[in-house]
């Protein structure tokens, strides 16, 4: 994964994209390749990746079982402040 671009997708796609990113004159082209990861889970959202010093890549998920953007009140009973995960992938 080193040289390619990652990116946190919770819309269609559920999981983590990766783009192999190359110099095209004056600027930058990413071609999309194989998915880093991909969750079969509808409530996990992966928010935030780093590669760890171990080479793995770790991930954190918000779960919260309201997804969407501001349909839901700020102040929904059902809206989580406190929970969300850590996950790690070696690739």
Known sequence: MQGNLLVCNVIGFQGILQYKVEEDGASLHGTESRAAAFFERRK????????????????????????????????????????????????
């Open 44 to 91: 996990l959202s992966p928010v935030d990746l780093k590669v760890g010093p171990d080479g793995a890549l770790y991930f954190i998920d918000w779960q919260n079982p309201l997804i969407g953007h501001m349909q839901h009140n700020l102040r929904d009973p059902s809206r989580d402040h406190t929970h969300g995960r850590v996950y790690s992938c070696h690739v």
